[in-house]
């Protein structure tokens, strides 16, 4: 074991950034205290029962590569595994798993315990500055605790306020406190600060609910885990249920506009556009006549549904009204309203690329007062700002992640450079280099970075380079030999006679090629793991689109310096969304350099604008 300096770390929240913030410091053997305003809610998912998702998936995996909380926790109370985009390539597949909550809370607090971090309960209220620089937090009841670093993850706290229908009162989320003085601290430090909003459905009683009208929805049938240790679910797997509104619901939603926190003006922070509430979704897309709803139980022995589609800040009564109105939902009991919640949050281009705030050295900022939105965002930031603040409390250099090698540095990029407008949240059309950046092989990318910083523990370092060798044996015995036209043909490979030779692995990459038949074709291919055979097939089925995806990042940065013209109208480009067009009139960038850094502007974006420039000359 080789010498590392003393290193103190105070983490500032329990939830999903502060966790994995704490646990990265502690695996790089800091001494780490958690200060958090009630310790039984540490690993409390204020929103929606689940983890991974589009985008998300990917950074639970990147999260887990480091070693993070995040995937493990997951997969211990996983009740129901859906990977999404299954259709579609492996690099937009999202893998996702809903979550027994309390389940999920247990096995982050275990690991926290596990992790030896010393959890305080407490309120921070001040932070201690010392030559321009954060050296502790004050606390209400253990008064003033030092460090080397500071890490604040106060998510919706800051300033929280919450709101239903008319009705608004101060918290951090439902039943419990805001954070208010430390708000009104970071305020005093001139800090560039905002406001956001948020929203959450009501919650039904499950035994409320008539479940035998409902189409029922099962998890996968081969469900495909969150970590990359794990091997299958821990729990006990659920149906989910499908109902969907219908014109009396949107009927009774539009009567009752006027009494909605985020129509009534009460409201000033913006709001996650793609996580619409139900009121959003029936103003913008008055067309639509019916909105698919999925009833989610939140854990096995709990008698809650979440309805995930109908986040809103009616007033109690007409959620009550509304919900009524649903299929199945006709006798349906709300155990708690949904509800909106506005709170402040720092503008993230005060940040340097380590997530440290450039005006105030010492202190490290994560998660949803950063702009995001999303357990999975929060987490990716608390573990990287903790591994950063380690670091630099140890004068050691770090690696900054980058757009190339991780979504990490793809949300890290996008935070600093253009800020948020609106809390948010990954999507693989954020990373132009999502084809090498897969969810399957955020282990091979981030792994050893994390081997190297100390951060990823000897478990998994060996479950890891086991997976190597099996992986360098795999492409050993498919690499070994090529294979005619003609053998090939032998095992149903459609090919032409054109005389040429493959490797096993090279038809493992050709179209509507499957597994099986490479295996009847090459000796002892059969006797690889069938994960590793899985994980060869992925690689093979990409190799061939990683140079067009360079060749298409080249070009992207060679036209940087292209003019955009004033008179181009954004409004006309096809492929833009709505939003993106308001944006980028309102911006009005005069490069595609400058269309860049539009905020919500993706590779597909500046392709599509490219396009249009091109097809006026
Ligand atoms: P949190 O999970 O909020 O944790 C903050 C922690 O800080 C808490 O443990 C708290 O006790 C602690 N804390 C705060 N102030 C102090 C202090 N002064 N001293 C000590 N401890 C303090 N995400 C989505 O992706 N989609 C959604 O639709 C969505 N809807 C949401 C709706 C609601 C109503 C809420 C509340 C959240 C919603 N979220 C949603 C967001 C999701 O919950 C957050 O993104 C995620 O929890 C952020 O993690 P975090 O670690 O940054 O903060």
Redesign the pocket.
Known sequence: MFHVKHTKIIV?????????AAGAAARMGADVSL????KA??G?????PAIGGLG?GHLVREVDALDGIMGRAADAAGIHYRLLNRSKGPAVQGPRAQMDRALYRAAVQAAVAAHGIEVIE????DLCVQDGRVVG?V?TQHGDLSADAVVL??????G?V?HIGREMRSG???G?D??S??AKRLRSLGLPMGRLK???PPRLRKDSIDWDSLESQPGDSEPVMLSFLSKAPAARQIHCGITHTNSKTHEIIRANLAESAMYSGNITGSG?RY?PSIEDKISRFADKDSHQVFLEPEGLNDNTVYPNGI?TSLSAEVQLDYVRSIAGLERAEIVQP????E?DYVDPRALDATLQLKALPGLWL?????G????????A??LVAAMFAVCSARDEPMEIFSRSNSYIGVLIDDLIHRGVTE?Y?MFTSRAEFRLSLRADNADQRLTPIGVDLGVVTAERHSAFEAKLRSLDEGRRVLGRDTYSSKEARSVGIELALDGSKRTGLELLGLPKVEIGQVCELVEGASDLPADVLAQLHREAIYAKYLERQQRDVDRLRSEETTEIPRDLDFAAIHGLSAELKEKLRKAQPTSIASARKVEGVTPAALNAILLALRSRE
């Open positions: 500032v929240g329990g939830g999903h950034a502060g966790v994995e200060v958090t305003l009630n809610a540490i409390a998912m204020s929103c929606n998300k407490d309120q921070v209220v937090v606390t993850t106060t998510g919706t706290f800051l929280g919450i951090g989320r439902m419990e805001a954070s003085a430390l948020t929203g959450t996650p996580c986040s949904g509800y909106a919640i709170y994560a998660g949803q007062i950063n995001t939105t999303g357990y999975e965002e929060a987490a930031q608390g809390p949240r």
